[in-house]
């Protein structure tokens, strides 16, 4: 009898979830039944040799005999799909598709509250199921301590906190985002989680962001509500951690609420920082256990990489930002080309920024003009007005001095 392995038992007993390197296909589960069949007709025939003088049995054995000389073919497949069901993957917690099925369905008083805190551009989201084995090998050529991404033959690029920008069209520059290390760092923040998981009928921890994608998808009194400080809340937790940071648990990233109390000051935050920062820490926790999920900001890192490489001179729109110019059709075509050698293409530039909007606080372009020569001008005038008044005084004795001799002469 056929003995089974204890890692194969393990295998067979390892429960399947996204991101999982050991996560088996209905096809590899077909070949499994299959090759047990095989060994089953091989021990048979075994066990039948001493009745091969019986005439009602040679035939059986015949067939057996003929399969068993095919089993050698079949194991060699078998250890093909062994090394295919084994090509390093990674996961997320949570997919951005989630968000990009909520996005449809909010009202225009939200989307506009979204855009006033400085979020909107993420709304534009039009991205794929991620390709797990090229998400792998982006998050291994990934060195966190340079925010360096090395590519092959020797390429490498440096990310900066900028391209967070060009990527994602957040905030750069402004107030730092930290996350609390309590939930009673302060009393304000204590309060502020307390009312918030009241919402949920939580005492600690956060709800998963699957659960709150639900309520403002699915239950009536929450479709279509007032953007309310506690709606505004939820979106920023499922935001962040879909783009920028999530945890290894089911409950929810919600340490950065620390910084985003208040709500006029989100959008001063400096959002561009903490993508950068969540990458290079999220990347370290990941290469400690390659098989656990990829909290990070996966996102950004590969709509990055599809910007900066460019495969077989095959130009693609680099539009500001860019999370709202690649599409899924341009992500999976892109995908294909990556099978064929990841890494490999032509290194590009970053794309420039557009010029800042300076407020004009209604003055006429050509008023503002003429403000600023004027200013330029001032300090020549009044060198020029000095020395016209030295000259006055220069003329005044002359003026004197002739109406002394008028009026003697009178």
């Excluded at 047990?36 to 001493?50: F, G």
Aim: hydrophobic fraction near 30%.
């Amino acid at each position: 009898m056929t003995r089974t392995s204890a890692n194969d038992m393990e295998n067979d007993m390892e429960p399947e979830y996204e991101g999982s390197e050991n996560v088996s296909s209905s096809e590899d589960d077909d070949e499994d039944d299959e090759d047990v069949n095989i060994t089953q007709l091989s021990e048979h025939s075994d066990s039948d040799r001493d009745d091969d003088n019986n005439p009602s049995k040679k035939r059986n054995t015949q067939n057996q005999v003929i399969q068993k000389t095919e089993t050698p073919v079949r194991k060699a497949g078998k250890e093909e799909d062994q090394k295919k069901k084994y090509i390093k993957k990674t996961g997320v917690r949570v997919n951005h598709t989630a968000f990009m099925e909520w996005v449809p369905k909010l009202t225009e008083n939200q989307r506009n509250t979204i855009q006033e805190i400085g979020l909107g551009p993420l709304l534009t989201v039009n991205l794929p199921q991620n390709d797990q084995a090229f998400c792998y090998w982006l998050l291994d050529q990934y060195e966190e301590y340079s925010s360096t991404l090395y590519l092959p033959r020797g390429n490498t690029i440096r990310l900066e906190v900028d391209d967070v920008h060009i990527v994602y069209g957040l905030q750069m520059g402004g107030r730092r985002i930290i996350e609390s290390k309590f939930d009673h760092d302060t009393e304000e923040y204590k309060n502020f989680l307390t009312e918030w998981r009241r919402t949920w009928n939580i005492r600690t921890g956060a709800p998963s962001v699957s659960k709150i994608i639900k309520r403002y998808t699915t239950e009536v009194g929450f479709i279509g509500c007032e953007p309310h400080d506690n709606f505004m809340t939820d979106f920023l937790v499922v935001a962040v951690n879909i783009f920028t940071k999530s945890s290894q648990s089911t409950q929810a990233n919600y340490r950065f609420l620390l910084s985003m109390m208040d709500r006029n000051e989100i959008r001063n935050l400096d959002w561009c920082e903490y993508v950068l920062l969540s990458l290079d820490a999220t990347v370290e926790d990941w290469k400690q256990n390659k098989t656990t999920f990829f909290k990070g900001p996966l996102p950004f890192l590969q709509l990055f990489y599809f910007d900066r490489v460019m495969k077989k001179r095959v130009e693609q729109p680099r539009t500001f930002p860019l999370i709202s110019t690649w599409t899924k059709k341009m992500v999976k075509d892109r995908i294909i080309e990556e099978r064929k050698g990841y890494g490999l293409g032509r290194i590009l530039d970053k794309i420039e920024l557009p010029e800042p909007e300076v407020p004009q606080e209604n003055v006429p372009h050509n008023v503002q003009g003429e403000a600023v020569q004027q200013l330029v001008q001032q300090p020549v005038q009044q060198n020029v007005q000095g020395e016209a008044h030295n000259v006055q005084q220069q003329e005044n004795p002359k003026d004197f001095m002739m109406d002394f001799i008028m009026l003697m002469n009178n």
